[in-house]
């Protein structure tokens, strides 16, 4: 527990007093009758399914489908357009441009620096340690008076890894602002999820995504679980319509299938297993980074090189290879078996091409 957190302190003064825009379907939550109030069009849409009706504003059926999934509250989730979303949003809510500052440990994901960058919100940034773990003195050193978000991202995108629990839990206690933990990757590793956790942290804030384990990337779909006041301001500061009406409708039928998310995982976990081994028996690989994501974080002899060449091949990874402790490495998303063979075949003729140079 963190006594000394106070949610009203680290939101923007604005935001606690702002009166939140009033939908017609926030005024009127009925599904029968004759609906007059939001200047929709009563004759249907232009294409063969109807999308006329404006969808519901706070996504409530798929809420309470989620919330036995995840065990947690309804009034604890919040959905948004992808997790990039809520990134954007707890952002705006506690920090004022040019003012306040946030924590990122590179290397990891673009969007908390560009999202900040965006709102012209100073960025602190303290380097993971080489083995990517948390460096949680450097961190706490860091922090002033005017941070507001400390952002982790476990697993971490490009790195692959956990990050420590107890590092999570040093920050959480010692820091009186916002702790996101960002886990995009959790259904790829058997690590538990800080959603439980948030119980006993007010200051902790958890993302998701229906984007990676879920296969639902060109939805949009992100979650965000906290507590229920900050998921209240959420739900005031964000768009109305966030989620569009095909979107839910899909998502809505999605969350009937969590076995086929898990047969997925599953299968990727696998592929995940034997591409390393595959990688591993090449030459020009110097090291597989261990992986609890969907993702290897490679080390190779000239990455720069072997990108060029796979390019040509047309099998397009990402160049990780000038960031920040990830030099000379590409990250390589786990494909299919027959796209994970294509890519170590392909691998193999660069080999061969390089020893015969
Ligand atoms: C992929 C990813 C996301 C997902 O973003 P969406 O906007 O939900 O698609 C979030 N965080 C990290 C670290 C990711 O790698």
Same mark, same amino acid.
């Given at each position: 527990?963190?006594?000394?957190?106070?949610?009203?302190?680290?939101?923007?003064?604005?935001?606690?007093?702002?009166?939140?825009?009033?939908?017609?379907?926030? /005024?009127?939550?009925?599904?029968?009758g004759?609906?007059?109030?939001?200047?929709?069009?009563?004759?249907?849409?232009?294409?063969?399914?109807?999308?006329?009706?404006?969808?519901?504003?706070?996504?409530?059926?798929?809420?309470?489908?989620?919330?036995?999934?995840?065990?947690?509250?309804?009034?604890?989730?919040?959905?948004?357009?992808?997790?990039?979303?809520?990134?954007?949003?707890?952002?705006? #809510?506690?920090?004022?441009? &040019?003012?306040?500052?946030?924590?990122?440990?590179?290397?990891t994901? &673009?969007?908390? /620096?560009?999202?900040?960058?965006?709102?012209?919100?100073?960025?602190?940034?303290?380097?993971?340690?080489?083995?990517?773990?948390?460096?949680?003195?450097?961190?706490?050193?860091?922090?002033?008076?005017?941070?507001?978000?400390?952002?982790?991202?476990?697993?971490?995108n490009?790195?692959?890894?956990?990050?420590?629990?107890?590092?999570?839990?040093?920050?959480?206690?010692n820091?009186?602002?916002?702790?996101?933990?960002?886990?995009?990757?959790?259904?790829?590793?058997?690590?538990?999820?800080?959603?439980?956790?948030?119980?006993?942290?007010?200051?902790?804030?958890?993302?998701?995504?229906?984007?990676?384990?879920?296969?639902?990337? &060109?939805?949009?779909?992100?979650?965000?679980?906290?507590?229920?006041?900050?998921?209240?301001?959420?739900?005031?500061?964000?768009?109305?319509?966030?989620?569009?009406?095909?979107?839910?409708?899909?998502?809505?039928?999605?969350?009937?299938?969590?076995?086929?998310?898990?047969?997925?995982?599953?299968?990727?976990?696998?592929?995940?297993?034997?591409?390393?081994?595959?990688?591993?028996?090449?030459?020009?690989?110097?090291?597989?980074?261990?992986?609890? #994501?969907?993702?290897?974080?490679?080390?190779?002899?000239? #990455?720069?090189?072997?990108?060029?060449?796979?390019?040509?091949?047309?099998?397009?990874?990402?160049?990780?290879?000038?960031?920040?402790l990830? /030099?000379?490495c590409?990250r390589?998303?786990?494909?299919?078996?027959?796209e994970?063979?294509?890519?170590?075949?392909?691998?193999?003729?660069?080999?061969?091409?390089?020893?015969?140079?």
């Amino acid at each position: 527990m963190n006594t000394s957190f106070d949610l009203n302190k680290i939101l923007r003064p604005h935001i606690l007093n702002l009166a939140p825009y009033s939908s017609a379907r926030d /005024e009127y939550t009925g599904h029968v009758g004759i609906f007059l109030d939001a200047n929709e069009n009563p004759y249907g849409s232009v294409t063969t399914q109807d999308f006329n009706r404006y969808p519901d504003p706070y996504q409530a059926d798929i809420k309470k489908k989620l919330s036995p999934i995840k065990n947690i509250g309804i009034q604890q989730i919040f959905l948004g357009n992808g997790s990039d979303e809520p990134i954007d949003l707890l952002i705006r #809510a506690t920090c004022t441009p &040019g003012k306040d500052r946030v924590i990122i440990m590179p290397p990891t994901y &673009g969007m908390y /620096e560009v999202s900040a960058s965006i709102h012209d919100v100073h960025i602190d940034k303290v380097s993971l340690t080489v083995n990517y773990q948390l460096d949680v003195q450097a961190v706490l050193a860091a922090v002033t008076p005017d941070t507001k978000i400390i952002w982790i991202c476990s697993p971490n995108n490009p790195t692959g890894n956990v990050v420590a629990d107890s590092d999570i839990e040093t920050i959480l206690e010692n820091f009186s602002g916002l702790v996101v933990v960002d886990e995009a990757y959790i259904d790829f590793t058997d690590k538990a999820s800080w959603i439980p956790r948030l119980a006993d942290y007010p200051n902790l804030v958890v993302l998701q995504t229906f984007s990676k384990s879920w296969g639902l990337a &060109g939805l949009r779909a992100g979650m965000c679980f906290a507590s229920v006041e900050l998921t209240r301001i959420l739900n005031k500061i964000k768009s109305p319509y966030n989620i569009s009406q095909p979107a839910q409708a899909a998502l809505l039928a999605g969350l009937d299938s969590v076995d086929k998310m898990e047969a997925m995982v599953k299968e990727i976990l696998e592929e995940r297993a034997s591409l390393r081994t595959m990688l591993e028996n090449l030459s020009l690989v110097n090291k597989v980074f261990p992986s609890d #994501a969907n993702f290897l974080l490679v080390h190779f002899d000239d #990455a720069r090189s072997v990108m060029d060449y796979l390019l040509k091949e047309t099998i397009i990874v990402r160049d990780r290879s000038r960031v920040h402790l990830c /030099e000379g490495c590409l990250r390589i998303t786990v494909g299919t078996k027959e796209e994970n063979e294509a890519l170590i075949d392909a691998l193999k003729v660069y080999e061969q091409n390089n020893v015969n140079a």
